[in-house]
């Protein structure tokens, strides 16, 4: 089917950025349960052939990975929070990667973390380690100590990375901001008004530099304090503003938009915020 982009203005003045866990899939136990349905592979294969290829996903799991859970789609895609990076010609970038022994010595100092705390699991991206405490949230203070002496012993090779139940080490200085940027460089993404959707700590770098850029950043989940201008409340809300944006563009990209000016997608309650967008989206 040929990219019929050009019948789609507006979707062809953003450039689409996506998280994945907790903004197009549900987080799972463990990584590894984690499943993506056939609608929604269907739903980004029409979503990149309408943008003339604008989509990218920036994730914090590795490429690879990324490509196993939307095969046979493959999508240009940031993996391990901006670490690796795939264009959407195909080619591949990654940046210095921490040395072996740096890794080593993470790994061996978290699997011993992990075999004092039954529950706790390592996650080893090759590049990048992760600490989930999902099964045992009640150790959140201890895991986070833990991993500030392990990142201390490893140095400056590799940033402490919270997220949602986990404590990441990922390669010094990768971000996913710098990886929307570098998007922002280069076709089809270049020239585009950003668009970034993401629901954890590690997307906000992403969300400032969209903002300064005058794109459009979008916090998935409950209210919180975040950069981000706009927000929609759960994956199933992201699912259908997808569907919406492929259908009706200017209108997807118009309630967000009219949000974010509102200056009441900050995620801060105090603020008092609108009626649920998620609820609103499926209502009309
Ligand atoms: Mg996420």
Redesign the pocket.
């Known amino acids: 089917m040929p990219a019929p982009h050009t019948d789609n203005p507006a979707l062809s003045a953003i450039a689409l950025f996506l ?5 197009l899939i549900d ?1 799972a136990a463990t990584p590894e349960a984690v499943s993506v349905p056939a609608e929604l592979r269907e739903q980004m294969h029409g979503l990149a052939l309408a943008s003339g290829g604008a989509v990218a996903l920036v ?2 799991r590795a490429i690879a990975n990324l490509d196993a859970l939307f095969a046979p789609l493959t999508l240009p895609a940031a993996g391990l929070h901006g670490f690796e990076q795939r264009g959407a010609s195909g080619v591949c970038r990654r940046r210095d990667a921490p040395s072996t022994a740096a890794l080593e010595v993470a790994r061996g100092a978290m699997l011993q973390i992990a075999r004092q705390h039954p529950g706790l699991l390592v996650e080893d991206k090759q590049f990048a380690l992760a600490l989930h405490y999902r099964g045992v949230p009640q150790l959140e203070d201890t895991v986070l100590a833990a991993m500030r002496e392990v990142a201390a012993r490893v140095g400056d090779e590799f940033d402490l990375q919270r ?2 139940m986990v404590v990441e080490l990922r390669p010094a200085r990768a971000t996913k901001a710098q990886a929307v940027a570098a998007y922002l460089e280069e076709a089809p993404f270049a020239g585009r008004m950003p668009v970034f959707l ?3 700590l ?2 906000e770098p992403a969300f400032e530099l969209v903002n300064r850029r005058g794109g459009l950043s979008v916090l ?1 989940g409950a209210p919180r304090a975040s950069a981000a201008r706009a927000r929609l409340a759960d994956v199933a809300a992201v699912r259908a503003w997808l569907a919406e944006l492929q259908a009706q563009p200017v209108a997807a990209l118009g309630r967000l938009t009219a949000e974010a000016l509102e200056g009441s997608g900050r995620g801060d309650p105090s603020r008092g915020r609108p009626p649920d967008l998620g609820l609103r989206s499926q209502v009309r």
């Open positions: 998280d994945v866990d907790g903004t987080i994730s914090g997220g949602k993401g629901d954890d590690t997307d998935v």
